[in-house]
T-cell receptor
Framework: DAGITQSPRHKVTETGTPVTLRCHQT?????MYWYRQDPGHGLRLIHY???????DKGEVSDGYSVSRSKTEDFLLTLESATSSQTSVYFC???????????FGSGTRLTVV | EDQVTQSPEALRLQEGESSSLNCSYT??????LFWYRQDPGKGPEFLFT???AGEEKEKERLKATLTKKESFLHITAPKPEDSATYLC?????????????FGEGTQLTVNP
């Protein structure tokens, strides 16, 4: 399994500030994903990447941007944090289409 | 639009009391159906992938089955350590980048 490390694990930030969450994988998997998990909504895809510098939007991408400059790192940026972005954020990686994801342990973000 | 519905939302069992969780889906060309287990405060953990109707997979007390419209996760003689939220996800043929669409999950509690 890919080792997925997310940082930070917890963060409290103020409305209007930019925030960057980091995801690091050790298995050289091609695909990486950012999801948010909220009660009543389950896991929803924010952005994903299918290779270095190749990214695309998911179903809830407004207010978020991503970057992938190296295979192992996938960054999620909240450009100007809002209270609606308070959530638990999960990063995942997969080797190829049709394979299950490996998830990180999540980042709990609170926007006050 | 791909849709995944899981039922029941919550299930409480006595130790040893077998039951099943349901995952119904609507997708354009199913490429794979995935089951995950999620413990509180952790990321989802991959359990099974099913690719075609009639396929079955087993792991310890868990058995996953797949039809053309739904999947079942059968839990035989559950133990308290099986308590978790079980997530179902689908990958559709028209979805690029191996993205998964998740259901909201079934929260299983097994009492000793």
């Amino acid at each position: 399994d890919a080792g997925i490390t997310q940082s930070p694990r917890h963060k409290v930030t103020e409305t209007g500030t930019p925030v960057t969450l980091r995801c690091h994988q050790t298995e050289n998997h091609r695909y990486m994903y950012w999801y948010r998990q909220d009660p009543g909504h389950g896991l929803r895809l924010i952005h994903y990447s299918y290779g270095v510098k190749d990214t695309d939007k998911g179903e809830v991408s407004d207010g978020y941007s991503v970057s992938r400059s190296k295979t192992e790192d996938f960054l999620l940026t909240l450009e100007s944090a809002t209270s609606s972005q308070t959530s638990v954020y999960f990063c995942a990686a997969s080797a190829t289409s049709g394979y299950g994801y490996t998830f990180g342990s999540g980042t709990r973000l609170t926007v006050v | 639009e791909d849709q995944v519905t899981q039922s029941p939302e919550a299930l409480r069992l006595q130790e040893g009391e077998s039951s099943s969780l349901n995952c119904s889906y609507t997708v354009s060309g199913l490429r794979g159906l995935f089951w995950y287990r999620q413990d509180p405060g952790k990321g989802p953990e991959f359990l099974f992938t099913l690719y075609s109707a009639g396929e079955e997979k087993e792991k310890e007390r868990l058995k996953a089955t797949l039809t053309k419209k739904e999947s079942f996760l059968h839990i035989t003689a559950p133990k308290p350590e099986d308590s978790a939220t079980y997530l179902c996800a689908v990958q559709a043929g028209e979805t690029s980048g191996s993205r998964l669409t998740f259901g909201e999950g079934t929260q299983l509690t097994v009492n000793p």
